[in-house]
């Protein structure tokens, strides 16, 4: 099961279906299943994980909390959290010229990722992930190369 929690209410029902869908086309594009929990925060809070976590006193758009080790598949089924952060990643839509869903879709599938093992620290393992999420991208019906302003 793939759950929204969005307390402050900053996504609308129809956004966090769309989420729903954007973690299962990334869980299932390595044909697994499973659940995890994407959570909805705003800018103080995520940045306040970042520094708890990542030691990094800045806000961020996504972070991601596994269950497993890279590479492992957890005996549970529970992935772990992604969270994000829609007021940040407004400010990087807009900056972008592509729709807000769009990014939203494309930070909730790179943490997926990152709940799944991939990584992009070196070169090569940033091209595997970011070729990763085009294509559940194009699957979910969102074109990374379309304007969408």
Same mark, same amino acid.
């Given at each position: ?5 969005? !307390? ?6 129809? /956004?966090?279906?769309?989420? /729903?869908?954007?973690?299962? +086309? ?12 994407? #959570?909805?925060?705003?800018? #103080?809070? @995520?940045?306040? +994980? ?12 996504v +972070? ?7 590479? /492992? @598949? ?17 400010? /990087?839509?807009? +900056?972008?010229?592509?729709?807000? @869903? ?6 909730? @599938? ?5 709940l799944?093992?991939?990584d ?24 990374? !190369?379309?304007?969408?302003?």
């Amino acid at each position: 099961m793939i759950s929204v929690y969005d !307390e402050a209410c900053l996504l609308t029902a129809l /956004q966090k279906g769309r989420l /729903q869908k954007a973690a299962a +086309l990334a869980l299932n594009s390595e044909g697994l299943l499973g659940g995890l929990d994407i #959570s909805v925060v705003d800018r #103080s809070s @995520i940045r306040l +994980l970042n520094l708890t976590n990542r030691g990094i006193d800045e806000e961020t758009d996504v +972070l991601s909390f596994p269950t497993v080790e890279s590479g /492992q @598949i957890p005996e549970d089924g529970f992935w772990g959290d992604v969270v994000i952060c829609p007021e940040y990643i407004k400010t /990087q839509a807009e +900056l972008s010229g592509k729709e807000l @869903i769009f990014e939203l879709a494309l930070l909730v @599938i790179h943490g997926v990722l990152h709940l799944m093992g991939y990584d992009h620290s070196a070169c090569e393992d940033e091209a595997r992930m970011f070729r990763a999420q085009r294509q559940i991208l194009e699957r979910a019906g969102l074109d990374y !190369e379309a304007d969408d302003s």
